[in-house]
């Protein structure tokens, strides 16, 4: 059965430093969403494309964190710098249609900021 | 901006019983609502996805419902085993945006 792949699985680093994490969504799906949860919370949006386009980043904090998905397949989240606030599971999902069909999740990448 | 409650936040329930989830939530002009499983430090596994339209969903033990106009959704698990023990979110799609809003979960154990 096709997932969602993220790597790395687990990333430490420390404040200042730059971190990013990449994810492969399931193969044709065009949509593509990045998600933030903290620990004992639900997941926050922070960044959905359609294909290569940005549809929503509303929620993303754009002075320090950056995505792509330059062709239209996998996409990459970045941070510059973190913070220990940044300290979270990064999760990636994907769906077959804009308009609302099953997400399907990867594994996450667990981040913390010393 | 639409707000998802889920209640309670823990729930620890003896083998074999059976439970109710709540989820409720602000805005009922919802596109669609999901409910997920996440065990420990892993991603979300889909379990019922209920279009506006519709009143419930069922998937073995698991089903549930949708009621747009008061803002609820239950998660109904018939006979539960250890294996069930997750937390289970639930996400609404508005119509207007095409972000899910995901409430906070609850936590499930059930023992053995």
């Known amino acids: 059965e096709a997932e969602v792949a993220q790597s790395p699985r687990y990333k430490i680093t420390e404040k200042s430093q730059a971190v990013a994490f990449w994810c492969d969504p399931i193969?044709?799906?065009?949509?593509l969403y990045w998600y933030r949860q903290i620990l004992g919370q639900g997941p926050e949006l922070l960044v959905q494309?359609?294909?290569?386009?940005?549809?929503?980043d509303s929620q993303l904090p754009k002075d320090r964190f950056s995505a792509e998905r330059l062709k239209g397949v996998d996409s990459t989240l970045k941070i510059q710098p973190a913070e220990l606030g940044d300290s979270a599971m990064y999760l990636c999902?994907?769906?077959?249609?804009?308009?609302?069909?099953?997400?399907?999740f990867g594994p996450g990448t667990r981040l913390l900021v010393l | 901006k639409q707000e998802v409650t889920q209640i309670p936040a823990a729930l620890s329930v003896p083998e074999g019983e059976n439970l109710v989830l709540n989820c409720s939530f602000t805005d009922s002009a919802i596109y669609n609502l999901q409910w997920f499983r996440q065990d420990p430090g892993k991603g979300l596994t889909s379990l019922l996805l209920?279009?506006?339209?519709?009143r419930e969903q069922t998937s073995g033990r698991l089903n549930a419902s949708l009621d747009k106009s008061s803002g609820r959704s239950t998660l109904y698990i018939a006979a539960s085993q250890p294996g069930d023990s997750a937390t289970y979110l639930c996400?609404?799609?508005?119509?207007?945006?095409?972000?899910?809003?995901f409430g906070t979960g609850t936590s499930l154990t059930v023992i053995p």
């Open positions: 494309f359609q294909d290569e386009s940005v549809v929503d």
């Open positions: 209920i279009q506006s339209s519709q």
């Open positions: 996400a609404v799609r508005t119509n207007t945006g095409n972000q899910f809003y």
């Open positions: 193969s044709g799906h065009a949509t």
């Open positions: 999902a994907s769906s077959p249609l804009l308009a609302g069909e099953t997400q399907y």
